[in-house]
Nanobody, 122 residues
Framework: QLQLVETGGGLVQPGGSLTLSCAAS????????IGWFRQAPGKEREWVCS????????VCADSVQGRFTVSRNNADGTGELQMDTLRPEDTAVYYC???????????????WGQGTQVTISS
């Protein structure tokens, strides 16, 4: 079965940090762009960060720039989203996804995880 699994979500206070991990089952994640997306209650899913298959190219949305860091380890086939200085507005379900080519578009990502809840609250 081809799937992605995210881990690392939880509840943290504003200003805190969380690290999300993404692992693939049934296919080599190393050959894919990894995208991170999030969806808050009542809102559309939005793109957060992406990293190319090689790891050389990466970019994050303006709303998280300077606070979130995207990385990957192709040796063990995992991706990671380091989230620092978290804000209440970062509360959402976070998804990792895989795209065959470099793309930030939701529709270009062919494999998706089930999502992990991130809640920022005091």
């Amino acid at each position: 079965q081809l799937q992605l699994v995210e881990t690392g979500g939880g509840l943290v206070q504003p200003g805190g940090s969380l690290t999300l991990s993404c692992a693939a089952s049934g296919f080599p994640l190393s050959g894919y762009t990894i995208g991170w997306f999030r969806q808050a209650p009542g809102k559309e899913r939005e793109w957060v960060c992406s990293i190319s298959s090689s790891g050389r190219d990466y970019v994050c949305a303006d709303s998280v720039q300077g606070r979130f860091t995207v990385s990957r380890n192709n040796a063990d086939g995992t991706g990671e989203l380091q989230m620092d200085t978290l804000r209440p507005e970062d509360t959402a379900v976070y998804y990792c996804a895989a795209a065959v080519k470099w793309s930030l578009r939701t529709e270009d990502h062919v494999y998706w995880g089930q999502g992990t809840q991130v809640t920022i609250s005091s």
